[in-house]
């Protein structure tokens, strides 16, 4: 319910609550299990909770931990993705919501400094980031994007192995260890086909019940796949998904897309929330038993289960294992590389959004967004302020803009 600020602001929290101020977990290892979360798909901070209470309490902490770390996010979004759904239409609301756009681009843009510095270290990585966005302007989907940036960042390691061997690097220090599970392939074997049957039987159950054509299934089936390629944070995936919602499914349109990125960006909890946004939008349109918000708490409940049931699926399975893991060189060099193509994903989600935000559908420029998020920008960059101070600001304008309309 406080952890604002976005995965570093959140993994932050969790260091000094966990490590400093409770001394519940060695510095050591809780490094290590941040590590380990930086090499998995999904929203680290989620899955380092996860982590965090396995450690302390096994299977029971790491289910407490991690569900509860992203409840309060996803009851407090479903509520206003409900309030946007119901009154979206009026133009007061409309012209209200339309000032967050140009936040939104300011964020990205922002987004994309922060990642290129940590991402961008080597000139193959640029070259990576380049070759990701002109792929990414053509269509290829950012699945084929992510797992051809991992065989090259793979193969660039073996080569420079081959040429160069990497001196061995000494893991961090830490007390030894109370681990709740010891390595078992039979454990691993057993919890992974529990996860994966809790994680697949609500899709299913809505393809046997409402029939293979039904957004829940599209829904279930869509953000199973988007979960597997989450490497790098939301920023990373919110490409794929924003076209795929608006072009592919006709989900939503590109403004409440932007919307739901900033109430994501400013209310607790892991920013890949914003897919439970786009669940709730496209199910109101399909209604229940001729009830909109019965449809939309389903189409919410569905996106947020097979978004984050995977966070708990790998860290039951992988977290006995996570020393080894953790000292792959090559594991490392594939993730810098998906790393490297995430940059070109979010300069193209970057220019998505700011064609549809700053300009007319004929090109036409529109003055006021264009102001509004170069003053975002520099309010971002220049005068440091926080992301809530922006989108209070964009509150502002939209509450001038509502009342105008």
């Known amino acids: 319910m406080i952890s604002f600020g976005g995965p570093a602001g959140q993994i932050a929290l969790l260091h000094r609550e966990l490590v400093e101020r409770r001394q519940w977990i060695a510095e050591g290892r809780f490094l290590n299990a941040l590590n380990f ?41 479903f509520g206003l993705a409900w309030l946007y759904a119901a009154l979206g239409a009026l133009p007061a609301t409309e012209a209200f919501f339309r000032a967050f756009e140009p936040a939104v681009v300011a964020i990205v843009l922002v987004a994309l400094t922060h990642v290129g510095k940590r991402a961008l270290k080597r000139p193959m990585h640029v070259v990576i980031a380049g070759l990701a966005l002109v792929a990414l302007t053509l269509g290829v989907p950012f699945p084929a994007v992510v797992v051809t940036a991992a065989l090259v960042g793979w193969c660039d390691a073996v080569i420079r192995a081959r040429r ?13 260890p109370q681990i709740p599970d010891r390595p078992n392939p039979w454990r691993a074997l057993r919890t992974a086909t529990v996860c994966g049957g809790l994680w697949w039987t609500p ?9 293979r054509e039904s957004v829940f299934v599209d829904l279930g089936l869509f953000f199973s796949k988007a979960a597997l390629v989450t490497f790098g944070g939301a920023y990373a995936v919110l490409p794929y998904i924003a076209t795929a919602s608006v072009e592919t499914y006709a989900w939503t349109d590109p403004e409440a897309v932007m919307v739901g990125l900033a109430l994501a960006e400013t209310t607790p909890g892991p920013l890949i929330m914003v897919t439970q946004w786009i669940g709730t939008l496209a199910a109101w349109n399909e209604p229940l038993g001729g009830s909109p918000v019965v449809s939309a708490a389903l189409g919410a409940a569905l996106v947020t289960w097979v978004t ?19 000292q792959n060189t090559r594991l490392a060099a594939a993730l810098a ?3 490297a193509a995430v ?11 700011a064609r549809r935000a700053l300009f007319e559908p004929d090109f036409e ?9 170069a003053t975002f920008l520099v309010a971002l960059l220049r005068w440091r302020w926080s992301m809530h101070a922006v989108v209070g600001a964009a509150a502002c304008l939209g509450l001038v803009q509502a009342l105008l309309a």
């Open 203 to 211: 899709v299913f159950a809505c393809w046997w019940i409402l029939g």
């Open 343 to 353: 940059v070109g994903g979010i300069v193209s989600l970057a220019l998505w959004f």
């Open 365 to 373: 420029p529109r003055w006021i967004a264009i102001a509004a998020a």
């Open 37 to 77: 979360c930086m090499l998995l798909p999904g929203p680290e901070a989620q899955q380092l909770a996860t982590y965090c209470g396995w450690m302390l309490h096994g299977t029971r902490g790491a289910i407490a931990a991690g569900g509860l770390f992203v409840l309060p996010s996803a009851l407090l979004l």
């Open 308 to 326: 984050f049931l995977p966070c708990f699926l790998f860290i039951l399975v992988g977290a006995p294992y996570v020393e080894r893991l953790t």
């Open 337 to 339: 590389a998906i790393t």
């Open 164 to 176: 160069a061997p990497a001196a061995v690097v000494a893991p961090v220090a830490s007390p030894a």
